[in-house]
Structure formats: C-alpha cells, structure tokens
C-alpha cells in the first residue's frame, strides 16, 4: 500500500498548503481536522507519519485544541508546525509563553545545531530565511528536545527530538516564502519517516480504476458533463473502468462559452465512443429567467431548471443506480472552524447536491483525494485534450452570471460570448492564459456614448477579469500589460457589434468575490 501521512488540522488558513507540497513530492496524505482524530481512525488510517498543522488559537489558554493523545500512542515520526509545535511542546513538559514580540512575515532563522529534519538542508552557522506568523512561542523545551535553531522572536524555532523522531518549526515550511521549505517537509516523510515517494498519477489512475469497478459492479452509471475539467476526467476516469456502463448527460443551458457544448460531444461521443446526450434545453433556460435580474434568484432558477432537464434526460436513458461527480479534494476536507459558526453564504453554488436522494441514485466521486492541478494531469494521463484540461473554471450558472443587473436574452449572450472568446483567444495567444486562474468578460447594464467612424454610437460597455488564485477562496487581479489590454479592448469594439466601451477589472477577492454576481 502506498504511505500514508496524517495531517492533523488545528485551522490554519495554510493547512491546505502541506497536503499540496507532501503531494509533490509523491506521498500520499489526508488532513483530518484534530477534533475526529482518535485511536480507531488513526488504526484505520495507519499513517507512516504525522504532521500537526498550524491554527489561530493560543495553547496559553483554557479549552484550546489538543493533540490527541491516540497520536503519541501510535509511536510514528511527529512534526509540529507553528501551532503545533507549541502544542507539541506543552503536552510533553515544555512551557509556551505569549510572546512579547509578535513575528509576522518573512524571518530570519540561525541554525544552531543538527538534526534528520535539516540533513544536508541546513547547517550549524546558517541564517536563513523563513515565513512565520505567530505570537506565543515556546519557552521551555519538554525532555528529550533540544534547540536546533533560533529567530529573534523565537528562541526554540527549530526543536528536535532524534530518538522519538518528533520535531517543531516556529515557523511556515510549507509557504513559498519558506524557501527550503519543501525540501525540510521531504525530510521529514522520506528521511525520517521513511515514505518512498511513489505516489504518481499513474499509481492513482489504477488504483481508482480497481476501486470503481469494484464499487459499480454491474450497475449503471450517469454523469452530468458540464464542459469543465472535473466533470470531464470524472467521465473517462469511469468510462475506463467500467465502459459502456456509463452514460453522460450535457444539459445545454444556453450559458456556455462558445463552442463549449460542441466540442464537449466531439471529444467524449467521437473520440472516446462515450454514450452521450446533449440535451438543448437553452429556450427553456431562457424562458425561466425571463425578467429575472436579482443574482440569488438566477441561480436558483438555473439550479432547479437544471435538475428537471438532466432528471428527464436520464429518465429516457432509462434511470441509473449511480450519480456520478467531480467533486474534488477541498470540497470534502472539513475545514476547522476558526470563528466558531458556519461562515456565512455569500452565493448559493449551483450544485446538484440534492440529485442523488430525489433520483434514489449512489454516488461515485472518483476524484474526492485531488487537488485541482492533481485532476489536470489525471486528465492529461488520460488522453483528454489540452485546452479541455487546462481550462479555466466555469461556475455552474454560466453566462447569467455575468450579465449582472438586467435581464438575459439570447442577443446578450450572444454579445457577451463574442467578447469573451476574442479576450480568452489574446490571452493564449500572448501566452498568458495558463498563468491565470481565470479570466473572463463581463457585459455591464449601462450603455455609454461612443464615436465609430463619424457616427455616434450609444451601446453596452464590458468589463475584462483576470485573477490569480490557487484555489478560488481568495483571489488578485492579474496586472495585464496595458499594451494587451489596449489590443483586445480595440479587437472586442471592432470585432462586437454592440459594445463600445472595454474596462478592466482591478478588484481583489475579498473584499470582491471573483464572479460579479
Ligand atoms: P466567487 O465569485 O464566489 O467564485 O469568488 C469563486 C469560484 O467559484 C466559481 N463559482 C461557481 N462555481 N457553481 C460553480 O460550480 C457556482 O454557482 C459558482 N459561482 C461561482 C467562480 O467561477 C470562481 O471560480
């Protein structure tokens, strides 16, 4: 069985972060949050390490988080990060202390001595630089531990227990703004704990296949395809596995970009001989958001619309005993709650959450251990094409969405996409395509005086979005090259009957949220 390494979440707002670097370098991981941590799911778990993650809470106080004590029992490699390194320490004998000196960003560590976690890494007389963010520190080190490295705020930065194999870093390993970071974390699960880095996508690939078929059995499956990656790699993920079984459904709600229910049909009817029906529901779609301007109401319409057309379509394929869906790893990692409440709804996702129960179906989410870049190169392993699997995300409610304050017609849409694709076709062009998370054109209700030759024209203006993100939650506007911008605000006027005006969008997330509605 491949190794396994437990990630033990105290809240971090990087926890997520550990679970990508360990990933890249080929060992497989989960994050629990600490509270479901106990002997019967670390028995089941069996990690070959455990990694205590960082949080916003104080050891200092009462009714802080603990580590489990089922973790000490089951006697395997402990690293302790920022919070977890003074929990670590606390629990063992040491003392922690709020600190009077609060470290927040980038640090400087003077390594002091030698451990397995710093081998051939970090050595004694080095300063070097790390990310820290904390303001308690540990005073005091438990038996057992010394002091391999120390910051001006933090005297045990680097504490190390040999003979037990545990260890703590006061500070970030796995940020980018930890340069060795990476390569300390590599330490700790090969080095240490003896991981042998063999997790590939080749390894996963058949893996998920045995598991599939092993699920399915005979059983028929159904997948709703939405022209996006994830329901794509769901499919041929399933469709290798148990073939004929499946069958897809594309419910064509009229708000796709353009080209995208066509080419869905070409690649999976075509080339993969995958039962398919695109389904043309776009005049229902449109009938149902007549008059429609409020967001929230949108969605919700589009949501229930779109839940009786795949029910019908599925009801001529003759039912299924499974649901297929891409849902992926951050969907299903239960996140500490750092405020102690659920967060608050900012947009209701349109999602088919409640499909499985009202169709009777089972649910086959082959895809719930990856990461969104992880689900990429499964896609490309599988023979999808590139610009299917690189493709930006695309939220469920489509065009609609962004076509914000007024109603949507067909003319619009048709308006909107025309804009949209000409920008996407400059960004690859320039070659900029794949370094943003997602980028998209925005047809704004106002319309605004302009001068095309010498006539007047009085038509809509757009708004251009690029952002940066790794995983949608937070968000930066990608700083375009205004020779760029300029090219494809001339292209999209020239080219857009009925737009005549272009702006960009320079709003982070938050206080923005990506879409604009
Ligand atoms: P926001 O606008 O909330 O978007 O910052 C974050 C990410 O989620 C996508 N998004 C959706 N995806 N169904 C989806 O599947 C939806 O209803 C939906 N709304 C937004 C959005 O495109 C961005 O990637």
């Given at each position: 069985?491949?190794?396994?390494?437990?990630?033990?979440?105290?809240?971090?707002?990087?926890?997520?972060?550990?679970?990508?670097?360990?990933?890249?370098?080929?060992?497989?991981?989960?994050?629990?949050?600490?509270?479901?941590?106990?002997?019967?799911?670390?028995?089941?778990?069996?990690?070959?390490?455990?990694?205590l993650?960082?949080?916003?809470?104080?050891v200092?106080?009462?009714?802080a988080p603990r580590i489990p004590q089922?973790v000490f029992?089951?006697?395997?490699?402990l690293?302790g990060?920022?919070y977890g390194q003074q929990a670590l320490c606390a629990q063992l004998g040491g003392r922690v202390?709020?600190?009077?000196?609060?470290?927040?960003?980038?640090?400087?560590?003077?390594?002091?001595?030698?451990?397995?976690?710093?081998?051939?890494?970090?050595?004694?007389?080095?300063?070097?630089?790390?990310?820290?963010?904390?303001?308690?520190?540990v005073?005091?080190?438990p038996?057992?531990?010394?002091?391999?490295?120390?910051?001006?705020?933090?005297?045990?930065?680097?504490?190390?227990?040999?003979?037990?194999?545990y260890?703590g870093?006061?500070?970030?390993?796995?940020?980018?703004?930890?340069?060795?970071?990476?390569?300390?974390?590599?330490?700790?699960?090969?080095?240490?704990?003896?991981?042998?880095?063999?997790?590939?996508?080749?390894?996963?690939?058949?893996?998920?296949?045995?598991?599939?078929?092993?699920?399915?059995?005979?059983?028929?499956?159904?997948?709703?395809?939405?022209?996006?990656?994830?329901?794509?790699?769901?499919?041929?993920?399933?469709?290798?596995?148990?073939?004929?079984?499946?069958?897809?459904?594309?419910?064509?709600?009229?708000?796709?970009?353009?080209?995208?229910?066509?080419?869905?049909?070409?690649?999976?009817?075509?080339?993969?001989?995958?039962?398919?029906?695109?389904?043309?529901?776009?005049?229902?779609?449109?009938?149902?958001?007549?008059?429609?301007?409020?967001?929230?109401?949108?969605?919700?319409?589009?949501?229930?619309?779109?839940?009786?057309?795949?029910?019908?379509?599925?009801?001529?394929?003759?039912?299924?005993?499974?649901?297929?869906?891409?849902?992926?790893?951050?969907?299903?990692?239960?996140?500490?709650?750092?405020?102690?409440?659920?967060?608050?709804?900012?947009?209701?996702?349109?999602?088919?959450?409640?499909?499985?129960?009202?169709?009777?179906?089972?649910?086959?989410?082959?895809?719930?251990?990856?990461?969104?870049?992880?689900?990429?190169?499964?896609?490309?392993?599988?023979?999808?094409?590139?610009?299917?699997?690189?493709?930006?995300?695309?939220?469920?409610?489509?065009?609609?969405?962004?076509?914000?304050?007024?109603?949507?017609?067909?003319?619009?849409?048709?308006?909107?996409?025309?804009?949209?694709?000409?920008?996407?076709?400059?960004?690859?062009?320039?070659?900029?395509?794949?370094?943003?998370?997602?980028?998209?054109?925005?047809?704004?209700?106002?319309?605004?005086?302009?001068?095309?030759?010498?006539?007047?024209?009085?038509?809509?203006?757009?708004?251009?979005?690029?952002?940066?993100?790794?995983?949608?939650?937070?968000?930066?506007?990608?700083?375009?090259?205004?020779?760029?911008?300029?090219?494809?605000?001339?292209?999209?006027?020239?080219?857009?009957?009925?737009?005549?005006?272009?702006?960009?969008?320079?709003?982070?997330?938050?206080?923005?949220?990506?879409?604009?509605?």
């Amino acid at each position: 069985m491949t190794d396994r390494v437990l990630i033990v979440d105290f809240g971090s707002q990087v926890t997520q972060l550990i679970a990508r670097r360990l990933r890249e370098s080929g060992v497989y991981c989960e994050i629990h949050p600490y509270d479901r941590v106990n002997a019967a799911s670390l028995a089941e778990f069996a990690p070959k390490a455990v990694i205590l993650s960082g949080g916003p809470a104080s050891v200092t106080e009462p009714g802080a988080p603990r580590i489990p004590q089922a973790v000490f029992d089951a006697g395997v490699p402990l690293l302790g990060i920022c919070y977890g390194q003074q929990a670590l320490c606390a629990q063992l004998g040491g003392r922690v202390a709020p600190g009077d000196q609060r470290e927040f960003g980038r640090a400087v560590v003077d390594i002091t001595g030698e451990c397995a976690l710093l081998q051939d890494v970090w050595s004694p007389g080095g300063r070097e630089t790390v990310w820290m963010s904390h303001g308690d520190r540990v005073v005091e080190l438990p038996p057992g531990f010394r002091s391999v490295g120390s910051s001006e705020g933090a005297p045990f930065a680097i504490v190390a227990d040999d003979r037990r194999r545990y260890y703590g870093l006061m500070f970030h390993p796995e940020v980018v703004h930890t340069p060795h970071g990476v390569a300390l974390l590599r330490n700790f699960t090969h080095r240490v704990a003896g991981c042998s880095g063999d997790w590939t996508m080749t390894a996963f690939r058949a893996q998920a296949v045995e598991h599939i078929r092993k699920q399915v059995g005979r059983g028929r499956v159904l997948c709703g395809l939405s022209g996006g990656v994830d329901s794509a790699v769901t499919a041929a993920l399933i469709h290798e596995a148990v073939g004929n079984q499946l069958s897809c459904v594309l419910v064509d709600h009229g708000l796709m970009r353009k080209g995208e229910a066509e080419q869905v049909a070409r690649v999976f009817r075509d080339r993969f001989n995958i039962r398919l029906v695109l389904a043309d529901a776009s005049d229902r779609f449109l009938a149902a958001l007549a008059g429609r301007i409020d967001p929230e109401e949108k969605r919700k319409i589009i949501g229930a619309t779109f839940i009786d057309v795949f029910e019908e379509e599925a009801a001529k394929l003759g039912g299924a005993d499974f649901l297929a869906q891409g849902t992926l790893y951050p969907d299903v990692i239960e996140s500490v709650s750092v405020a102690g409440g659920p967060s608050a709804t900012i947009k209701s996702h349109h999602n088919v959450g409640g499909l499985p129960a009202r169709m009777n179906m089972r649910l086959v989410e082959p895809l719930r251990e990856l990461f969104k870049d992880e689900v990429r190169v499964l896609g490309r392993e599988l023979g999808l094409p590139d610009d299917m699997v690189k493709r930006h995300p695309f939220p469920g409610p489509g065009l609609a969405i962004r076509i914000p304050g007024q109603e949507i017609t067909r003319e619009k849409l048709d308006l909107l996409r025309h804009a949209d694709a000409i920008y996407l076709e400059e960004l690859r062009a320039a070659g900029l395509y794949d370094a943003i998370w997602q980028a998209f054109a925005v047809l704004l209700p106002v319309r605004t005086v302009g001068v095309m030759g010498d006539a007047r024209t009085y038509d809509y203006a757009c708004a251009l979005r690029a952002v940066t993100s790794t995983d949608g939650m937070t968000a930066d506007f990608h700083p375009l090259p205004h020779e760029l911008l300029g090219r494809i605000a001339n292209r999209i006027i020239n080219e857009t009957r009925g737009i005549n005006r272009v702006t960009y969008d320079i709003t982070s997330k938050p206080p923005g949220t990506i879409e604009w509605e």
